[in-house]
């Protein structure tokens, strides 16, 4: 999959092929798919975000927790660009910092997710039968809790915490993961490879991991993406309200909450985060949406009028 | 109707018990129970083996979820608050009325909006309005309600002073809070009416009905409309559902006594009782939101109600 930008040419399959170990690309394509605005704005933001939290100690004016003497609540100045807190910290500094934890949430609430979903996708997928009755049904119950309810379930047991709160994500958003797997599991079971690699004497994990997941690979990373998307805006929320990050933790949704109070003295402190927040959301529907398009042209060239 | 829609309705309701069991024995695990709440810290470990007995807490977990039921079905009774000794269904009466009124308005506004701006995106797609349009609704999903409630805030009651801030005494009090929730899910429903329009346009039938000379409108409102609007339905009824459950921000925003608000109190206060109950209901009121959708969906598709048969 050769990327042509700007007469920078990327091999991107491979690149992905060398880190994941998945053979997403089995087939080489003569013709790259053209890269849409969207996978480029979302990509830009992403890289930006990433860029900041890493080097959040390096592009931060001062350490996210210190209080500046004297400083209480000053407007954005060229000293302070966000401005400083009630405390006298400074806003700039831990909206940085708080990039890494938003990565943080997106990275390990979908890694919980995906790592809740998927394995059971294949096994039911594959094996069908009552085992694949028994965990969909499973999933219904699951899907049965409306909106982030199950989550509030799940932190009212393990307690307000930013970790409870991930876990609590991670779980609530599973059955997303769970459904593409299995149907497309299912599809998968009777094609040639598979049969191919049945008849070679290939283990059932050998075939699920090897054969059937890299088919999936593509749709799956859409799915993470957009679902990063969700557990940032969730975690924020959560953490807003009191029952996700606790203070002092830079989260951003923890930051707006902080701000609430002095929304008519000192709007900043509850208008950057947020500005984050919906920075980052974007950053990630945008590159979902475009891989999507990356991926499946087809769906493109649906009919006009 | 009958058989599929009977066969459906008990599904609905084995969900539901099982959403409760789940419930129940997530939040029976946490640690201190609802006795040694109520006894304090002072008590000797023999009065609170008394008041466990009492409370029937020494029961094995599936007799003490069947007796739940049992007062439940019989009586109406879901338990009393271990904060005020309220009962719970009196707590989750007086809140409910605060949720439906803030899901159904934000509701309507947002299928107004969407309807209308999707169907506008649609009829001239590819242009620069629909490409507006289209990233609009794209950054609105981005927006977190939270913030857009401080920002709607700040601007109208904080700067204007055209609205008031916090609490649900007059309709006025539920302008903003509609209003945020109204944002995301127009944009949601706009995008899909777009995508379902787009795929209804190129449809045979629609081909078929231009062609034997139908005109344009009741081309579009019975053959394009009706069609395109089954996806819509189907994910409606789920956004209703996730608006029930998921208001609690909003309503802790605006200070809306609703249920949401009352989970999070509760959950706050190790309130285990109320938020079991307010999650059977919310859960309760969403699965049947999703029955009636199926129901729609078979007047709406006379194919789907054939199939079921």
Redo the contacts between chains.
Sequence with gaps: MLVEVGGWKLEIGNWIQRFSGLRIFEKPRKLANPISTNLWIGGTILIAIFFAAIFAPLLAPHPPDLVLAGAKLSAPSFAHPFGTDNLGRDVLSRVLFGARIAIGIALVGVAISAGLGIPLGLIAGYRGGWLDQGIARAM??WL??????LA??????LG?SLENTIVALGVMTAPGFFRITRSATISARRAMYVQAAQAVGASELRIMARHILPNLASALIVLATLRA?TMV?AA??LS????GAQPPLPEW?AL?ASG?GY??TA?WL??FP??C???T??G???LG?GLRDYFDPQQMK???? | MPRHLARRLAGTLI??I??GF??FV??D??PGDAASALIGESASQAQLQVLRAQMGLDQPLVARYATFLTNLVSRGNLGQSLVNSRAVSGLLIERLPYTLILAFTATTLAVSIGLTLGMIAA?R??SRLDTALMSGA??S???????SA??L??IFS?NLRWLPVVGAESPRHFILPVITLALPTSAIIARMIRASL??V??ADYVRTAHAKGVAPRPVLTRHILRNSLIPVVTMLG?HL??????A??VE??FGLPGLGRL??Q???DRD?PV?LGA?LL??AM??AINLLVDVAHGWLDPQVAHEAV
């Design positions: 219904d119950v049965a809790f409306p909106g982030l309810l509030l379930v799940i932190v009212a047991r307000p998307s805006l924020g929320g807003f309200i009191g029952l949704g707006l609430r929304l008519d709007p509850a208008i947020g500005a927040i919906t920075l959301s974007a990630l529907n945008l949406d649906k009919p006009g009028f | 969900t539901l099982v959403v789940v419930t997530a939040l695990a946490t009829t797609a590819g794209a950054v999903l981005a927006v977190p309600t939270f913030w401080l920002v805030l700040l904080v787009l795929d346009f190129g789920l559902g996730h608006l029930l459950g998921g609690f921000i802790t925003i989970i999070v509760a959950i706050f285990e938020v999650t919310i859960a969403y699965l």
